[in-house]
């Protein structure tokens, strides 16, 4: 398979500039001479962000990647945008590193190997599982961004800007290809249904406010675990399984009855796919 030149930057934090003690957090990646391949990526995972600092504001490196896919997106000329931004908004304790070259099979596929080699932290032999809404959450995360489609969606969508002021509900992501808003949001049915029953409860409000705000419909997708997974987590904690599945099903037709489309992790490949033919990717 033939390999493409690619030039990717390290983005670090810098807490202390004097003593010059840094932390990867990011990689931003593009293919040579492609500016519109380029994409960016931070860690989830700070704890090395919080043993050089214990008060670094995590929410402003969040932002930061946003803004960064915002220009990456509109086709910035050069990376000295992002550079200014990243000036601007930290003046020194966020850097960026000059680029240096590699091959890849793909950026998605470069991008995910990059991540691993200089910027997540290193995982004992038998990492503690990721479960529950976090796991599902990071799935859709990881199938939209090798579809290319995550730079390109809203993230943490406020369910007040179409309920009622104070509803603390945030939808996980979204994206309007035309006349209809597609929103997913990460519901775990492994321990109760209590989420599926406020999703459910909340759908009819925001089916109704996006008409009303945005003048188009919604098209409301949660995503699931397999009901294999949720059986045999069960049946680890010595339940029945009988019991499980009830529970599996009566969230799922618990969320189908407002017509919310449920879709489990294993389907998230043909959703993201899905999203690229909307996007005209």
């Known amino acids: 398979m033939d390999r493409v030149t690619c030039e990717f930057f390290l983005i670090r934090y810098v807490p202390d500039a004097v003593k010059g003690e840094y932390t990867n957090i990011g990689v931003l990646l593009r293919e040579a001479g492609r500016e519109e391949s380029a994409r960016v990526r931070f860690t989830r995972d700070w704890s090395r ?40 908004t930290f003046s020194n304790s966020i850097q960026m590193t000059d680029g240096r070259a590699c091959l890849a099979e793909n950026v998605a596929a470069e991008m995910d190997l990059l991540m691993q080699l200089y910027v997540e932290p290193l995982r004992s032999k038998q990492p503690r599982k990721r479960t529950g809404r976090a796991s599902i959450a990071a799935a859709m995360r990881t199938h ?26 945030k939808i996980d992501c979204g994206y309007r290809p035309n006349g209809v808003i597609k929103m ?24 109704a406010g996006v008409t009303r705000v945005e003048g188009a419909k919604l098209e409301l997708t949660a995503v699931v675990e ?18 499980s599945a009830e529970r599996y099903r009566f969230g799922v037709e618990t969320m189908e009855s407002q017509q919310i489309r449920v879709l489990t992790i294993n389907d998230l490949a043909r959703a993201a796919q899905a999203a690229r033919v909307d996007l005209r990717i």
């Open 144 to 169: 939209f961004e090798r579809a290319g489609v995550w730079a390109l969606m809203r993230k943490g969508i406020p369910a007040a800007l179409y309920t009622l002021p104070g509803d603390p509900m």
């Open 49 to 88: 962000v919080r043993c050089m600092d214990a008060d670094a504001d995590l929410a402003l490196f969040e932002a930061l990647e946003g803004e960064i896919e915002t220009r990456l997106r509109l086709g910035a000329a050069d990376n000295k945008p992002m550079i200014g931004v990243i000036q601007d």
């Open 226 to 243: 397999p009901i294999r997974a949720v059986s045999k987590e069960d049946e680890q904690k010595h339940e029945f399984d009988a019991e």
């Open 184 to 207: 997913f949001h990460a519901v775990s049915l492994e321990g109760d249904v209590e989420a599926a029953k406020v999703l459910a409860y909340s759908a009819p409000q925001l089916r």
